[in-house]
C-alpha cells in the first residue's frame, strides 16, 4: 500500500490593517481572483483582501 503524499498546508490570517484585528484565516492552497471586501468588526472600515 502506498502512501499519500498531501501537500504541506500552512495556515494563516488575515488582518485589519487599521486595527489589527484578525479577519479570516486562509491556507496557500486557496485561489482568490479578483478581490474580497470584508467589513472589520472592531473598526467598522471596509478593506479589500487580496492575496
Known amino acids: 500500500m502506498q502512501n ?4 504541506p498546508i ?3 490570517w488575515f ?3 487599521f486595527c489589527g ?7 496557500n492552497t486557496a ?3 479578483g478581490g474580497i ?3 472589520c ?3 467598522k472600515k471596509e ?3 487580496k492575496k
Do not use: G, H, W
Not at 4 to 7: D, L, M, R, T
Not at 21 to 27: M, P, V
Open 4 to 7: 499519500i503524499k498531501y501537500p
Open 15 to 17: 488582518q485589519c490593517p
Open 37 to 39: 471586501f470584508v467589513k
Open 41 to 43: 468588526k472592531t473598526c
Open 31 to 33: 485561489l482568490l481572483s
Open 21 to 27: 484585528t484578525k479577519l479570516a484565516i486562509y491556507d
Open 10 to 12: 500552512n495556515r494563516s
Open 47 to 49: 478593506i479589500e483582501l
